[in-house]
């Protein structure tokens, strides 16, 4: 079964410090794996998505990563704004569906 | 929201009403998507649209209908709300299936 995990649930960290999230799929034949930001109350918001394994992307503070099992979303120097739940989601060769992780809720504090 | 309405926003309704949410877009993608969100499930796929008048199933399908006449409407209705259903719901779309999808604002449903 076509699976997403994504880990920590939560994360606080300082205004600053820098940090990792991870999303690890069992998806074979990945097609394509998106990032994405959600804020309370509001519709995910797209960041990134990357298609084959060495690729990376960047926007701002943030930088995504794909291997042939995992991506990593890296959070340098992160401020107060970026407080919010990232989403990663991935799509399988078979169909037109992406399968969502639950989510990773991240806390800058200042 | 890259053109993306949802309405209602916010839903109270009883048990056994059919409710009718709507996801209108401006962008003339082709495929539209309905989703739910609930705490500790994440986002799952209720019904897609992948054209007028096509549509398919999703992993939470059972108790939901859709219809689209329109490119740019895609309708979500409960034919019979339960608390179960209770949920926020999100629509989204994409030019091809194998795309970036973009989220509407989410319609927040309460069932009781």
């Known amino acids: 079964e076509d699976q997403v995990t994504q880990s920590p649930e939560a994360l606080r960290l300082q205004e600053g410090e820098s940090s990792s999230l991870n999303c690890s799929y069992t998806?074979?034949?990945?097609?394509?794996l998106f990032w994405y930001r959600q804020d309370p109350g509001k519709g995910p918001e797209f960041l990134f998505t990357l298609y084959s394994a060495g690729e990376e992307k960047e926007k701002e503070r943030l930088k995504a990563t794909l291997t042939k099992k995992e991506s990593f979303l890296h959070i340098t120097a992160p401020k107060p704004e970026d407080s919010a739940t990232y989403l990663c989601?991935?799509?399988?060769?078979?169909?037109?569906?992406?399968?969502f992780g639950k989510g990773t809720r991240l806390h800058i504090l200042p | 929201d890259a053109g993306i309405t949802q309405s209602p926003r916010h839903k109270v309704t009883e048990t056994g009403t059919p409710v009718t949410l709507r996801c209108h877009q401006t962008e003339n993608h082709r495929y539209m998507y309905w989703y739910r969100q609930d705490p500790g499930h994440g986002l799952r796929l209720i019904h897609y649209?992948?054209?007028?008048?096509?549509?398919d199933k999703g992993e939470v399908s059972d108790g939901y209908s859709v219809s689209r006449s329109k490119t740019e409407d895609f309708l979500l209705t409960l034919e019979s709300a339960t608390s179960s259903q209770t949920s926020v719901y999100f629509c989204a779309i994409g030019r091809q299936g194998q795309e970036t999808q973009y989220f509407g604002p989410g319609t927040r449903l309460l069932v009781l």
């Open positions: 989601a991935v799509q399988a060769p078979r169909d037109d569906k992406i399968i």
């Open positions: 649209s992948y054209g007028v008048k096509d549509t």
């Open positions: 998806v074979s034949g990945l097609r394509g």
